[in-house]
């Protein structure tokens, strides 16, 4: 498994010299950049009222601090951002392969199946980690002018580099279906999108199915990071995720109606 | 063939796994079950994996000799054994908080209960669904949830379903019904000691009962009049307690399941064979209540208590100050109160309705500790010339009358001696005396702090010592300073500077690239 390099390193060069990846983080970071100050604001303005308000009282019990009313809608937001991105990232990893037939000329390489996929993840990976990593500098900006809670700020990080790893494992999946992008791109969102709405299926649908779907929803495991909990049976969940569709990808890869 | 026939045995053992998993997250009371379950689908597998290694082998190796079939079966395999992980994680909850102030643990003494929970707990909480506060509680449910599957909640807005809030006859928002096993429990101020404190109300196992005495001219928890006791039937019953009557002549002994034993307001005497039953349930531990008003012609119920060292005087509390009533003078005013277990924090005034005074007698038995419990405001008295009342209006006699604080409430430990030799003394019962029965009548019971001192009495006497207190967390409290100008840093930098960072890294690298080209 340990070589995974060379296929790391041409995906990766593959990503910076072109476009997408860089459309992808710049419109992240615009959306986060966004976000983060209009929530901020909010803060802010509320900052300002509680100084001068009678209600102080009252207030105390709202828990005015940066983690619940600034970082927990945020990193909130972002995952639902990030859900929306992902599939536009992983996309062409295996699609485009397959479409210009250079899938092939790969498989004459000495490279095991799981080299391919896993150079391809920690590729996308790493981009994934340049679109989140500059948005750090929101918690730093704001460390300028209140306290902050940097052990529950991280875990809710991550949280967001958790399920965004889920989620790409799922796009790759996709990728690998099809050698059209748009179709994969399709159908990982639309799959993404389901799996987020499963958080309402225990209102819906009744009895033992409600509870299974709802517990495959990502919402329901994404709030105890944003909480700053760090929750093991959530972390479990997006690592399922995450190895699951690897997995799925490699024994697809394998098959040889794939091959053919 | 031969192949395919086995392969019959991986897919059960799948099958097997699944249902194993689902059984053991749904039905957790039956884990048993769900094990065995999980251990035979778990040997199928390798029972299946052992025998055709062989093939597996050559299916991890040359990827060729994959069939169709297989992968099915292999992504089962993984499918069953991730579900099962999670269904492990899923009842063994693990969990750090890294708030600062722990806002979200739970205390010890709350996972502690949660963990040893034996009985379905289900709370339905009635919410509009943009409360302020109801994220508040739904992380707060969330957590206890997280440690016991028999703990369940739901929400529900009763203004979208209108018709549940009708039948649990919700009459505000924010409320929370508890319900388990026929017992229920209502709360509306929602923080962790109050919902952990109503948790173990509703998990008592013996339902206790409250019995009121009957056949003297007590007051009578059926009578829906001014003077009658339905009011604070409910009350009680609202907290968990079942609330029965008995007529003492009729009985052989106090009954077993009676917590407390109230004498609400006789006016007349009580009989001896009565007296020694009650006796007989203090020394059996019981605990007892007595109302006593004033002018009522009970010398045996006096003496009784007496024994206990309690001393009824024949006067009434007059009150010429505080004008309840339309300036009735035989209403007096408690509103500070003694130290005392029952009014610890209480802050709330109480009113009696026709008081007379309930003190410690001049000569204390020794196995008694006695302590005043309420006492009127300081400008009251207690008349003792209660024929001069019948002509002319009540005025203090300095000498004669008692002069105020006036006590009207005690209560009664009556301890027994369990090792002559070092002095020990155990508690044995408790007993109080209020020198009114009306303050708690229809009529009066849902002003000032009356109906709540009767019931923390009443939680006094049942020593509801299982109700704890939890520290509540630090409220957190970070405010932003900033100033207007420094505050334009936030939309720059965040909003325009770093993306155009990146914007023109990526111009750069890609231009590069392509000038190279």
Request: glycine content about 4%; charged content about 20%.
């Amino acid at each position: 498994m340990k070589n995974f390099f060379p296929v790391y390193k041409k995906e990766l060069q593959s990503y910076f010299y072109s476009p997408i990846a860089y459309v992808i983080i710049v419109v992240f970071l615009l959306l986060a950049g966004y976000l983060f100050y209009s929530i901020t604001n909010f803060y802010y303005l509320m900052s300002q009222f509680y100084e001068t308000s009678k209600y102080q009282a009252t207030m105390q019990n709202l828990d005015l601090n940066v983690r619940e009313r600034v970082f927990r809608p945020l990193l909130g937001n972002f995952s639902i951002a990030i859900l929306v991105l992902m599939p536009l990232l992983t996309m062409r990893l295996f699609s485009e392969e397959k479409k210009t037939k250079t899938i092939e000329l790969l498989f004459t390489y000495p490279l095991k199946d799981e080299d391919i996929i896993l150079g391809k993840f920690m590729a996308s990976f790493t981009i994934y980690m340049a679109m989140l990593i500059p948005t750090l500098l929101y918690p730093v900006l704001l460390s300028f002018f209140t306290k902050m809670e940097w052990g529950s700020l991280m875990v809710g990080y991550l949280g967001l580099v958790l399920s965004g790893a889920a989620f790409l494992a799922i796009g790759i999946f996709f990728s690998a279906i099809t050698e059209n992008q748009i179709v994969s791109a399709v159908l990982c969102f639309g799959v993404l999108l389901l799996f987020l709405l499963f958080r309402w299926a225990k209102e819906v649908v009744s009895w033992w199915i409600g509870e299974i779907l709802t517990y495959l929803s990502f919402m329901s495991h994404s709030e105890s990071f944003t909480k700053g909990l760090l929750n093991a049976q959530d972390v479990v969940f997006y690592l399922t995720f995450m190895f699951f569709f690897l997995f799925l990808t490699y024994s697809l890869l394998s098959s040889k109606k794939w091959r053919g | 063939m031969k192949y395919k026939d086995s392969s019959v045995i991986a897919i059960i053992g799948v099958v097997l796994l699944f249902l194993g998993s689902f059984l053991y997250i749904l039905l957790p009371q039956n884990k048993i079950y769900s094990i065995i379950i999980l251990l035979f689908g778990l040997a199928a597998i390798v029972f299946y994996t052992y025998s055709h290694w062989k093939e597996i082998n050559i299916l991890f190796t040359y990827h060729a000799a994959a069939r169709g079939v297989n992968f099915f079966l292999t992504v089962l395999i993984v499918l069953g054994i991730l579900t099962f992980i999670n269904a492990i994680s899923a009842r063994h909850p693990m969990q750090i908080d890294f708030t600062k102030s722990k806002k979200f643990s739970l205390s010890d003494q709350t996972q502690k209960i949660l963990k040893n929970l034996n009985k379905e707990v289900n709370l339905t909480c009635f919410f509009k669904t943009v409360q302020p506060n109801r994220k508040e509680v739904e992380d707060l449910l969330k957590q206890y949830a997280l440690y016991s599957y028999r703990f369940k909640y739901k929400f529900v807005d009763p203004d979208r379903k209108p018709e549940i809030a009708q039948k649990y006859k919700i009459q505000n928002y924010g409320t929370i019904v508890i319900e388990s096993e026929g017992n229920e429990q209502r709360m509306s101020v929602i923080d962790e000691e109050n919902l952990t404190n109503a948790l173990l109300k509703i998990l008592r196992n013996l339902k206790k009962s409250i019995y009121f005495v009957k056949g003297h001219g007590e007051k009578e928890i059926t009578d829906t009049d001014k003077k009658g006791y339905v009011g604070i039937k409910e009350a009680i019953e609202q907290e968990n307690y079942t609330v029965k009557d008995m007529n003492l002549m009729s009985e052989k002994q106090i009954p077993e399941d009676c917590a407390v034993l109230i004498i609400p307001g006789p006016d007349k005497d009580y009989f001896d064979r009565e007296l020694k039953m009650l006796d007989q349930y203090i020394d059996n531990n019981g605990k007892i209540m007595v109302l006593i008003d004033p002018e009522v012609k009970t010398p045996e119920l006096r003496n009784f208590l007496k024994k206990y060292g309690v001393k009824l005087s024949e006067d009434i509390v007059i009150d010429m100050v505080s004008g309840l009533f339309g300036n009735n003078p035989f209403v007096p005013v408690a509103s500070e109160y003694p130290v005392h277990e029952i009014t610890k924090n209480f802050k709330v005034a109480t009113f009696y309705p026709l008081a007379r005074s309930v003190e410690p007698a001049d000569t204390i038995p020794p196995e008694v500790s006695i302590n005043i419990m309420v006492q009127t405001i300081p400008k009251t008295w207690a008349e003792t010339d209660l024929e001069s009342l019948k002509i002319m209006p009540p005025i203090f006699q300095r000498g004669r009358d008692k002069e105020g604080p006036v006590p009207v409430a005690v209560s009664v430990n009556i301890n027994q001696e369990v090792d002559k030799s070092i002095n020990k003394k155990e508690l044995k019962s408790k007993l109080i005396v209020f020198g009114d029965s009306d303050f708690i009548s229809n009529a009066s019971l849902n002003f000032a702090g009356n109906k709540d001192i009767f019931l923390n009495t009443i939680y006094w006497l049942v020593e509801e010592g299982e109700l704890i207190s939890i520290r509540p967390k630090e409220k957190e409290i970070q405010l932003m300073f900033i100033t207007e100008r420094l505050w334009k840093l936030f939309f720059w930098l965040p909003v325009v500077f770093l993306p155009l960072v990146v914007l023109s890294a990526g111009t750069f690298v890609i231009y590069n690239r392509r000038r190279k080209k």
